[in-house]
């Protein structure tokens, strides 16, 4: 047995032998789908403890027994920095518990069809190539800049990093290793800080569309306005995003396949007389699978791969596959091309005059420095991602969280004060949120699991984050701001009141050192005792690392969506939002870059 | 030929050639077939290594048992300004499909050699479908040597306007050619002059000459004089240029397309067609061309499939005080051109004409040295209908006799840039004999002769 073997074993609290080979094995697979630093982490960690155990109990932690494990992981919990390592492992080896302790709810009845896509894997694309327009990313962006430019007649190629993922593969496949295949780097992608923000990303035909939640909020009114101040043209962009409303069949969620989490949320506030409604999705046949974060298997979800891609494809858009992008070419200040690189290692190149960027946040800004383009001093700067924390009620009679729709309830409540607060489940094991404990008393809190309700909160946060790097990793920085922190902490308590409110017996509230509060005032007072490195945070929606503006100093994209300094690099995604966007930001990101694209001649 | 940054490149060239091998996998095909590229690249200007030039790319695609063809296309050379050099061609494969070659070599600083010799191609259709993905590489040990020998540059394009904004100027294009099928003659003439006051103007004539018939004639222009880009000569609706001629004269009008014509002949020397110094010369840049194409006169359409004849040159001062001119095809791309003229500069106008002679047969030119001197040992006698040139080729004898058929002789006005009046008798129905012989023994012996009858493009100008 190996050390993450022993590991495993002491902080699941697993005895079982055939459960702990199966999770083990799970543990070793979400290793390998890591990119090297944080596998080397994983097992840096897990070679701590088993040096620990040796030290604390004179053997290696597979050898101790069930008792003396459990033991071991209350004196680590006892203590600080060993408590710290604990709480950072528990995240992979959850994800690999959670789907082998926990039962998944099977895809029933037919699926929708997939949808008709010219994909062709970059293996396949000649090496030498033209088109009128490349397409950098397929996501929600990407999806839409490409339709724009194909239906007006040019030849338009997308390049995508990810593969394409059929249905089939969503329903025949286990969650979590369709997690670990659509998320770049498995989804253990990361923002460093205190405290550090996990900032999973999609990975496919479709980008992020295909594995997030479906809510799809417009524009708020008040940021349009600040963005008017920026000069950015805005004045038609409700007409946008109507149109892409349309593309994406948006529909307020009926209660029916809402699911006992989100019935939970709008019983709660509705005691407290706070504003709450089943949220508006892109998902009108959604029958409540809560598996939205690893692919819908039913295809319900109407994903950039499932309307807006399939449409560019029809008027003529060509998609390549496993391609990822090196270098934007340019010559004397104007682009006239893509080279990428196939998983190979071969590059392949399509000469273009136009180069459509929509790469994501956190990648556009990298490929614009391999480019030579990176010259702005903002270019990665000012990163928004909208940072979420998530707290969990236990309630007397099952909940299954995981069974219904995986976003639900929207409570807008506090939305003024940039507090969105979302009745948020996803499968098990792959939620963020951190159930308290280690040893025997974290493999009870696995088994009770079902009997959590969970709901999350995103703020609207200041632009504290910042794009690091030039080469193909992204090395971010997020630097949780004092205001944010503080709108984190109310959060907090409001979820904690809602979960009250619809009769949870006590909260779970993810914070280290009180994890569990049985009122409000103890939950109040945990809140505030907590430092902000205690918060337990991740950012979904990385935005504004290539800012569109008029101010020349400040924004390194125009107000038409061109990068500044360069003829033919138009940057059409997240990247483009001047601030933070303050709601689920697809709609805002489809009718940007449809608006963008538009302008493009 | 322009670069990509719009410079307008000088007149000379730079034309090399380049062979690559590698294999070529066709879309639907598991193996790779072998593939060999056999190309001529003919660039604006010297070529610099740091500068970025495109020009003309042509030569031969060969795929065993799918293409053998001639392909051409351009090529663009920017090595270090773009880092790239772009092969387009165009072909039509084996099974008659017109197929597109795309690809370049990117250059990279790290790996010089490999990435300038390693070309990458794309083979798309007409719709843009990707048929084939070829990797061809030139073999630096086997061909460097012979492709660092093959580089010339040659001088500019005669066929270009030389005319640079001076008053007093005359320059002429002129196409004469016969259709073997009926023995029609077309002669499309087009002129810039640059008067000695007043604005330049462009303006010609066309005529067609049935046999046995009244030729019939028609003038285009004047027009105003633009330089053009695209094309040799451009006045309203009249264009020659890229090998191809357009128009319309009177009752006449044609759609042509020249192909071929063998290297230009220098009828006047070389050293004065460059220099300007006479007070004209005539070159004949294409002096075997082939016509395609259609020509319409008087309700006529002459279907033209490879009829023979040339297109050449004039540029100076006026025309002559008296000339006469031959073009004679005399097949396998042989020919005989003379002019014979007697010039207007006072002193030289009572001198005898003085015929300037080339004969090129078998790829052999005759007169060997400067035509000038070669003049001096010929005698011309302009006259109507016969005009007659005699005297030595080094040691060989020559006598040219030219008639030209009175009821198939058209006669047009020109004014000379000064405004002086000129009339020049044109027919391409004239009868030729030339007889070359060779001194043997103590008599001459006839070594060649040549008859045209009725297919010689002549003219005689007279004052």
Not at chain 2, 6 to 29: D, I, N, Q, Y
Not at chain 2, 270 to 285: H, K, M, N
Request: with cysteine; proline share 7%; hydrophobic share 40%.
């Amino acid at each position: 047995m190996s050390a993450l073997t022993g590991t495993v074993a002491a902080l699941l609290g697993i005895e079982d032998a055939g459960d702990l080979a199966r999770v083990s094995a799970r543990a070793e697979a979400i290793g390998r789908a890591l990119p090297a630093p944080a596998r080397l982490g994983l097992r840096a960690g897990a070679g701590t403890l088993d040096t620990l155990s040796r030290l604390a109990t004179g053997h290696r932690l597979d050898d101790l027994d069930a008792d003396r494990r459990d033991a071991f992981c209350a004196l680590l919990t006892s203590r600080e920095p060993a408590a710290r390592l604990v709480e950072t492992l528990k995240i992979p080896l959850l994800l690999a518990a959670g789907t082998e302790l926990l039962p998944i709810p099977g895809a029933a009845g037919e699926p929708r069809p997939d949808a008709p896509l010219d994909c062709t894997p970059s293996g396949e694309w000649p090496a030498c190539s033209t088109a009128d327009a490349v397409v950098i990313g397929s996501g929600a962006g990407g999806a839409m800049a490409a339709r724009t430019l194909a239906r007006r007649g040019m030849s338009v190629v997308i390049m995508e990093e990810g593969r394409r993922f059929a249905v089939a593969e969503f329903r025949d496949r286990p969650p979590l290793d369709r997690f670990l295949d659509l998320y770049r780097d498995g989804g253990s992608s990361m923002a460093l800080g205190r405290p550090p923000v996990l900032l999973p990303e999609g990975r496919a035909v479709g980008g992020t569309t295909v594995v997030n939640s479906g809510t799809c909020y417009r524009t708020p009114g008040r940021v349009l306005r600040r963005w008017a101040a920026l000069g950015v043209p805005v004045e038609d962009f409700g007409g946008h995003l109507d149109e892409v409303e349309a593309t994406l069949r948006v529909a307020r969620q009926p209660v029916g396949p809402l699911g006992r989490n989100g019935l939970l949320a709008l019983e709660g506030a509705e005691r407290l007389g706070w504003r709450a409604a089943p949220l508006r999705r892109n998902a009108p046949d959604c029958v409540g699978s809560g598996q939205c974060a690893a692919g819908c298997p039913h295809n319900a979800k109407y994903g950039v791969h499932l309307n807006a891609l399939p449409q560019a494809c029809a008027a003529g858009a060509r998609i390549v596959t496993r391609a990822r992008a090196e270098r934007i070419l340019v010559e004397r200040g104007v682009a006239v091309g893509v080279r990428a690189h196939r998983p190979d290692g071969t590059a392949l190149e399509i000469l273009t005059p136009r180069v459509v960027v929509a790469a994501g946040a956190t990648q556009t800004p990298l490929l614009l420095r391999r480019s030579g383009l990176g010259g702005h001093p903002e270019l990665g700067r000012g990163m928004a991602v909208h940072p979420a924390t998530n707290v969990a009620g236990r309630f007397a009679e099952p909940v299954v969280s995981w069974s219904g729709v995986m976003q639900s309830v929207g409570i807008e409540e506090l939305h003024g004060d940039g507090i969105l607060i979302e009745a948020t489940a996803s499968p098990p094991g792959m939620s963020s949120f951190p159930l308290p404990g280690a040893g025997r008393s974290l493999r009870r809190e696995l088994e009770d699991a079902d009997r959590l309700a969970v709901l999350g909160a995103m703020i609207a946060d200041a632009p504290s984050g910042r794009v690091h790097g030039a080469r193909h990793r992204a090395l971010v920085r997020y630097d949780l701001a004092g205001e944010d922190a503080a709108r984190l902490r109310r959060a907090l308590v409001a979820m904690g009141r809602i979960l009250f409110a619809a009769g949870a017996a006590e909260v779970l509230t993810g914070l280290p050192r009180r994890p569990v509060a049985r009122d409000e005032a103890e939950l109040t007072h945990a809140v505030a005792m907590a430092s902000a490195a205690d918060l337990h945070l991740a950012g979904f929606h990385p935005t504004g690392t290539a800012k569109l503006g008029a101010g020349e100093a400040r924004a390194p994209v125009d107000p038409s969506g061109r990068l500044r300094g360069v003829r033919g690099v138009h940057i059409a995604d997240a990247s483009v939002l001047p601030s933070c966007p303050e709601v689920n930001p697809q709609l805002t990101i489809m009718a940007m870059a449809l608006r963008i694209a538009e302008g493009i001649e | 030929m322009t670069t990509p940054t719009g410079k307008v490149a000088s007149g000379r060239r730079t034309v090399f050639s380049e062979v690559m091998e590698g294999a070529l996998r066709l879309a639907g095909e598991d193996g790779e077939r072998p593939m060999r590229l056999e190309l001529t690249a003919s660039l604006p200007g010297m070529l610099r290594p740091w500068g970025d030039v495109e020009g003309e790319l042509s030569g031969r695609v060969r795929v065993p048992g799918w293409a053998d063809d001639h392909a051409a296309g351009s090529l663009r050379v920017a090595p270090v300004a773009a880092r790239q050099i772009r092969y387009t061609l165009e072909f039509i494969a084996g099974d008659g499909r017109r197929l597109r070659l795309d690809g370049w070599k990117t250059v990279r600083a790290g790996r010089p050699v490999r990435s300038m010799t390693v070309l990458p191609l794309t083979v798309t259709d007409a719709d843009g479908a990707v048929v084939g993905e070829a990797r061809l590489r030139f073999d630096v040990r086997r061909d460097m040597a012979r492709f660092l020998r093959g580089f010339r540059f040659p001088g500019p394009d005669p066929m270009r306007s030389r005319w640079r904004g001076q008053a007093g100027r005359l320059e002429v294009w002129y196409t004469t050619l016969t259709d073997p099928a009926t023995g029609t003659g077309v002669w499309i003439h087009h002129e810039l002059v640059a008067p000695d006051e007043g604005e330049a103007r462009a303006h010609g004539w066309a005529a067609v000459f049935p046999p046995g018939e009244t030729p019939v004639f028609g003038r285009f222009g004047p027009f105003g004089w633009s330089h053009s880009e695209d094309a040799d000569f451009a006045a309203g609706p009249v264009v020659q240029g890229g090998g191809r001629l357009t128009g319309a004269a009177g009752a006449i009008s044609w759609d042509l397309r020249e192909s071929g014509g063998g290297p230009p002949l220098f009828t006047f020397p070389r050293w004065a067609w460059r220099s300007e110094v006479l007070p004209a010369a005539q070159i004949v840049p294409k002096p075997a061309a082939a016509y395609d194409g259609a020509v319409r006169f008087g309700g006529r359409t002459l279907e033209l499939d490879g009829a023979r004849g040339a297109s050449a040159r004039i540029y100076g001062h006026g025309n002559a005080r008296r000339w006469a001119w031959l073009h004679a095809d005399l097949g396998g791309g042989d020919v005989c051109e003379i002019v014979a003229a007697v010039s207007t500069r006072p002193g030289m106008d009572r001198l005898p004409p003085l015929p300037f002679v080339r004969l090129r047969v078998d790829g052999v030119e005759l007169p060997g040295g400067d035509p000038l001197l070669a003049a001096l040992r010929l005698r011309a006698g302009i006259g109507l209908p016969v005009w007659t040139v005699h005297g030595r080729i080094g040691d060989r004898r020559i006598h040219v006799r030219v008639t030209l058929p009175q009821d198939e002789t058209v006669s047009v006005d020109y004014a000379d840039p000064d405004g002086a009046p000129a009339v020049c008798h044109n027919s391409e129905r004239a009868d030729v004999r030339i007889v070359l012989a060779r001194l043997a023994g103590r008599g001459w012996e006839t070594e060649r002769e040549w008859r045209l009858d009725g297919t010689g493009h002549a003219e005689v100008g007279l004052r």
